[in-house]
């Protein structure tokens, strides 16, 4: 009797079985079972314990003996696979392709001529891009890559045997530092992004204005007093250094986005929209600068032959991207490679034939307004030339920073010149940190997030590389000892600008971003927390 109330009293439904749903006890109960009778050494049940659970219980860990082994077994299998198999195909790739130009051009491949220079530079600027990628601090962003490249062109130079067969010309020097000036420049105009511009209006404008001109009138004033540079070539300084680096900021950003830090108030976004007009603000004064000091005739000419670079640089500009905006046409087969053909090969025409038509502060400014004016055109479809242009620059990213680290000689570095040139940028760096907090004032930040900003804008690298050598490779045309030296200096400050900045701005940007930055629920975060709202009626005891 009191067994068939037990079985009836059992065979009643609970309320949490009439919802649907099981309770949490008895799921306990019906584990601990499981696992008593696998203890037992009962087969069926340890199998069938498995089959039920495999999908919620992570697969046990192989023993340490086994792992090692497999591994090794993988390394020196017949045929080589996994890394030995990258290794032995990427050093294949690079002997090949010595090989086929030695058999081209002869000397010129072999130790001291001017391809072999170039090919073992950018073949170690590869590999020091490679392992700084590789060197990553718990959740921080990974450290710049362009890093590795510039200390392996400086190590390439400084180095006694190495420096002695690596030997580039001074004329194939420039011409690729100019080609990657032109892909950073297309990257910069089609990155604009008009929508977020109108959004953030007058916030923008002020992050990009004021803590650039700041930086760049500091410096200015700091080269003349300290590093005795003439103004001209002062303020040439001060806009290499009033530019921040998109190669830092930008996925720096990414990762803090992706991590929802700051992206109710849009500090992100507004970071990397302010970034572009910073650097175009930056390159643009750099050019009108640079024609001046090279000009002859008055101040007056001087000045009036600025201001008509700028404007030749706009007209040419507009009109050169209006015609990319059309043609090719969109009913044209592979049209995001055309356009892509167009928009680089004008850059790089524009570049080259300011210099040759006597305009050279025109062409920077040519190539932004015609990326920005196709750009606007293409709309959503601009997404597909962006990728080929990224696929562009990754190519010459590596001539750029190698080549830059390259220039600067230890031999020729006096104590004192580093000394000024580290004084002169941490001056003009602690204005532009306060000059940006004062922007952001009044846009609606609490104090961390105005400070986050602050020291965002510290990182410095690739505007530096791509304009900081052109003021020496001017100077070299015009055959000047006493302006190739104030070019150095130039080239000195860029080169330390970017040592010293883009490491300490990725880790400032890293640590200060989770603990500034207010952080957003993620989609996922809100999916977990449905979950366990929906999990909670399953506590209920059986009636």
């Given at each position: 009797?009191?067994?068939?109330?037990?079985?009836?009293?059992?065979?009643?439904?609970?309320?949490?079985?009439?919802?649907?749903?099981?309770?949490?006890?008895?799921?306990?109960?019906?584990?601990?079972?499981?696992?008593?009778?696998?203890?037992?050494?009962?087969?069926?049940?340890?199998?069938?314990?498995?089959?039920?659970?495999?999908?919620?219980?992570?697969?046990?860990?192989?023993?340490?003996?086994?792992?090692?082994?497999?591994?090794?077994?993988?390394?020196?299998?017949?045929?080589?696979?996994?890394?030995?198999?990258?290794?032995?195909?990427?050093?294949?790739?690079?002997?090949?392709?010595?090989?086929?130009?030695?058999?081209?051009?002869?000397?010129?491949?072999?130790?001291?001529?001017?391809?072999?220079?170039?090919?073992?530079?950018?073949?170690?600027?590869?590999?020091?891009?490679?392992?700084?990628?590789?060197?990553?601090?718990?959740?921080?962003?990974?450290?710049?890559?362009?890093?590795?490249?510039?200390?392996?062109?400086?190590?390439?130079?400084?180095?006694?045997?190495?420096?002695?067969?690596?030997?580039?010309?001074?004329?194939?020097?420039?011409?690729?530092?100019?080609?990657?000036?032109?892909?950073?420049?297309?990257?910069?105009?089609?990155?604009?992004?008009?929508?977020?511009?109108?959004?953030?209006?007058?916030?923008?404008?002020?992050?990009?204005?004021?803590?650039?001109?700041?930086?760049?009138?500091?410096?200015?004033?700091?080269?003349?007093?300290?590093?005795?540079?003439?103004?001209?070539?002062?303020?040439?300084?001060?806009?290499?250094?009033?530019?921040?680096?998109?190669?830092?900021?930008?996925?720096?950003?990414?990762?803090?986005?992706?991590?929802?830090?700051?992206?109710?108030?849009?500090?992100?976004?507004?970071?990397?929209?302010?970034?572009?007009?910073?650097?175009?603000?930056?390159?643009?004064?750099?050019?009108?600068?640079?024609?001046?000091?090279?000009?002859?005739?008055?101040?007056?000419?001087?000045?009036?032959?600025?201001?008509?670079?700028?404007?030749?640089?706009?007209?040419?500009?507009?009109?050169?991207?209006?015609?990319?905006?059309?043609?090719?046409?969109?009913?044209?087969?592979?049209?995001?490679?055309?356009?892509?053909?167009?928009?680089?090969?004008?850059?790089?025409?524009?570049?080259?034939?300011?210099?040759?038509?006597?305009?050279?502060?025109?062409?920077?400014?040519?190539?932004?307004v015609l990326a920005f004016i196709a750009g606007?055109?293409?709309?959503?479809?601009?997404?597909?030339?962006?990728?080929?242009?990224?696929?562009?620059?990754?190519?010459?990213?590596?001539?750029?920073?190698?080549?830059?680290?390259?220039?600067?000689?230890?031999?020729?570095?006096?104590?004192?010149?580093?000394?000024?040139?580290?004084?002169?940028?941490?001056?003009?760096?602690?204005?532009?940190?306060?000059?940006?907090?004062?922007?952001?004032?009044?846009?609606?930040?609490?104090?961390?997030?105005?400070?986050?900003?602050?020291?965002?804008?510290?990182?410095?690298?690739?505007?530096?590389?791509?304009?900081?050598?052109?003021?020496?490779d001017t100077a070299r045309s015009h055959q000047?000892?006493?302006?190739?030296?104030?070019?150095?200096?130039?080239?000195?400050?860029?080169?330390?600008?970017?040592?010293?900045?883009?490491?300490?701005?990725?880790?400032?940007?890293?640590?200060?971003?989770?603990?500034?930055?207010?952080?957003a629920q993620t989609k996922h975060e809100e999916?977990?927390?449905?979950?366990?709202?929906?999990?909670?009626?399953?506590?209920?005891?059986?009636?």
């Amino acid at each position: 009797m009191m067994k068939e109330d037990m079985v009836n009293k059992d065979s009643e439904p609970s309320v949490c079985e009439r919802n649907g749903m099981i309770p949490m006890h008895e799921k306990s109960e019906e584990g601990s079972t499981v696992d008593a009778k696998g203890t037992d050494g009962n087969i069926q049940t340890e199998e069938t314990a498995l089959l039920n659970h495999s999908a919620q219980q992570p697969p046990e860990p192989i023993s340490g003996s086994s792992t090692p082994a497999g591994t090794w077994r993988q390394i020196f299998a017949c045929p080589p696979q996994g890394l030995l198999s990258q290794i032995v195909t990427s050093v294949s790739a690079v002997v090949l392709i010595w090989a086929v130009v030695w058999s081209i051009t002869g000397p010129e491949c072999l130790p001291g001529g001017n391809l072999f220079g170039i090919l073992c530079l950018y073949f170690f600027a590869v590999i020091g891009g490679k392992i700084f990628g590789l060197i990553k601090i718990g959740t921080l962003p990974p450290l710049p890559a362009l890093l590795g490249m510039l200390l392996a062109g400086f190590l390439i130079r400084n180095t006694p045997f190495v420096s002695d067969i690596v030997q580039i010309n001074l004329r194939w020097s420039a011409a690729l530092r100019n080609i990657a000036l032109s892909i950073i420049l297309t990257r910069a105009g089609l990155g604009l992004d008009p929508k977020a511009l109108k959004k953030l209006k007058a916030v923008c404008l002020r992050l990009s204005f004021g803590p650039c001109l700041s930086e760049t009138c500091t410096a200015a004033v700091f080269a003349y007093l300290l590093m005795h540079l003439p103004w001209q070539w002062g303020f040439i300084l001060g806009f290499v250094l009033g530019a921040v680096s998109p190669a830092v900021v930008v996925p720096s950003m990414l990762i803090l986005q992706a991590g929802g830090y700051g992206v109710e108030k849009g500090v992100p976004t507004l970071l990397m929209a302010a970034g572009s007009i910073d650097d175009i603000l930056a390159i643009t004064g750099f050019n009108t600068c640079l024609g001046m000091a090279f000009s002859s005739g008055s101040t007056l000419y001087n000045v009036l032959q600025g201001v008509l670079e700028v404007a030749v640089g706009i007209a040419a500009g507009g009109i050169l991207g209006m015609f990319v905006r059309y043609f090719p046409s969109h009913d044209q087969a592979s049209l995001p490679w055309k356009r892509s053909y167009f928009v680089l090969g004008l850059s790089m025409f524009a570049v080259f034939g300011s210099v040759y038509f006597g305009f050279p502060g025109s062409g920077g400014l040519c190539t932004l307004v015609l990326a920005f004016i196709a750009g606007v055109g293409w709309s959503d479809e601009k997404k597909e030339v962006e990728k080929i242009v990224a696929v562009a620059w990754n190519i010459f990213q590596p001539f750029l920073f190698g080549l830059i680290g390259a220039e600067v000689s230890v031999t020729s570095l006096r104590p004192e010149t580093v000394g000024l040139c580290v004084a002169t940028l941490g001056i003009a760096l602690a204005v532009r940190i306060i000059v940006t907090f004062l922007m952001v004032c009044f846009a609606g930040f609490n104090f961390k997030e105005k400070v986050f900003v602050s020291l965002a804008w510290i990182p410095k690298a690739t505007v530096q590389a791509a304009i900081g050598s052109l003021a020496l490779d001017t100077a070299r045309s015009h055959q000047d000892e006493q302006l190739e030296k104030y070019g150095m200096d130039v080239l000195t400050v860029a080169f330390l600008a970017i040592l010293i900045t883009a490491p300490i701005g990725a880790l400032v940007i890293g640590l200060a971003g989770p603990r500034l930055l207010q952080k957003a629920q993620t989609k996922h975060e809100e999916n977990e927390e449905g979950a366990e709202a929906g999990e909670e009626p399953e506590d209920c005891e059986p009636s």
